[in-house]
């Protein structure tokens, strides 16, 4: 790659960089958790609670005992209509994948998602969140990459094959 190539293409990654550290998808912020939760929270304009109300919850996750001394798991709509084949699960690690649809079924925007186990570091919450903060970068990634064009910077291509030769060079000097 020649010396101009390596210049534009350092550039773009710091104009992408400084757009995406813009949007709140930075590097540098990727690694607090406080950030990602709050950035993912705020994309989907939804806010997580350990408070119990019957009222203004969109969405319950929460710990139950079964009249035997077992623990079990539920996830629903409505804290009044539980169905035991669809709401109540045996293990927590399947409650991942339901707090991300809860989250990803937020359409109207300020929903309320009570997790009685928010304090209590489930890993779960955790995972979901960090999967969600990956996809959204994916997503504001092209976006910026979007918006870089539209400013005139066209992204770097890659001219280099599997083994790392620029495949551009060679054909540029007939080899």
Request: hydrophobic share 30%; with cysteine; aromatic share 10%.
């Amino acid at each position: 790659m020649s010396d101009s190539s390596k210049k534009y293409e350092e550039l773009y990654e710091q104009k992408l960089e400084e757009k995406m550290t813009s949007k709140g998808f930075g590097e540098l912020e990727s690694h607090d958790e406080e950030h990602v939760m709050d950035v993912v929270l705020k994309h989907f304009d939804l806010e997580l609670t350990d408070q119990w109300t019957s009222n203004a919850i969109d969405h319950y996750i929460y710990e139950e005992n079964t009249a035997d001394g077992y623990e079990v798991y539920v996830s629903t709509h409505s804290s009044r209509e539980v169905s035991v084949c669809e709401n109540v699960f045996q293990y927590d690690n399947e409650l991942g994948e339901e707090f991300k649809q809860a989250i990803k079924d937020n359409d109207h925007g300020g929903s309320v998602i009570y997790l009685s186990m928010l304090h209590d570091d489930a890993y779960w919450i955790q995972e979901t969140i960090q999967e969600l903060y990956t996809e959204l970068v994916k997503l504001y990634t092209e976006t910026c990459k979007d918006e870089l064009t539209d400013e005139g910077f066209l992204e770097p291509i890659d001219h280099t094959d599997a083994s790392g030769v620029d495949t551009l060079l060679m054909m540029a000097n007939n080899e």
